[in-house]
């Protein structure tokens, strides 16, 4: 329930600005148990093309800085702090090759 408030609140400042709804969660980093937001374009029906524009226009807006290389293949992907809180936007700009490298185990 928490998560549903966090998603409303945040798509509804980033509509005011301009910016397209995502799916938001909440998680608890690897590295320190901080709590982290990350914001997805999964499980909404947007091309490809426009979830590289629609990620884009929510990094601007948040001061975020693109991960290069993403940390999964095949997606756009941004991180930064805001606020004190890890944050994350990321969605899948080729479908075809993210579900490739999703299929596959990779050694750790």
Not at 7 to 33: I, M, S
Not at 41 to 47: A, E, F, N, P, V
Not at 76 to 82: A, L, N, Q
């Given at each position: 329930?928490?998560?549903?408030?966090v998603?409303?609140?945040?798509?509804?400042?980033?509509?005011?600005?301009?910016?397209?709804?995502?799916?938001?969660?909440?998680?608890?980093?690897?590295?320190?148990?901080a709590?982290?937001?990350?914001g997805t374009?999964?499980?909404?029906?947007?091309?490809e093309?426009?979830?590289?524009?629609i990620?884009?226009?929510?990094?601007?807006?948040?001061?975020?800085?693109?991960?290069?290389?993403?940390t999964?293949?095949?997606t756009?992907?941004?991180?930064?702090?805001?606020d004190?809180?890890?944050?994350?936007?990321?969605?899948?700009?080729?479908?075809?090759f993210?579900?490739?490298i999703?299929?596959?185990?990779f050694?750790?």
């Open positions: 329930m928490i998560e549903l408030g998603e409303a609140v945040v798509n509804k400042v980033g509509g005011r600005a301009g910016c397209a709804p995502l799916t938001w969660e909440l998680y608890a980093t690897d590295d320190t148990g709590l982290a937001v990350s374009t999964s499980g909404r029906d947007y091309s093309k426009q979830v590289l524009a990620v884009q226009a929510w990094a601007e807006l948040l001061g975020l800085s693109r991960v290069v290389p993403p999964t293949g095949g756009s992907e941004y991180r930064g702090v805001v004190g809180i890890e944050v994350e936007v990321w969605g899948v700009i080729d479908k075809q993210y579900d490739l999703s299929g596959l185990d050694p750790e």
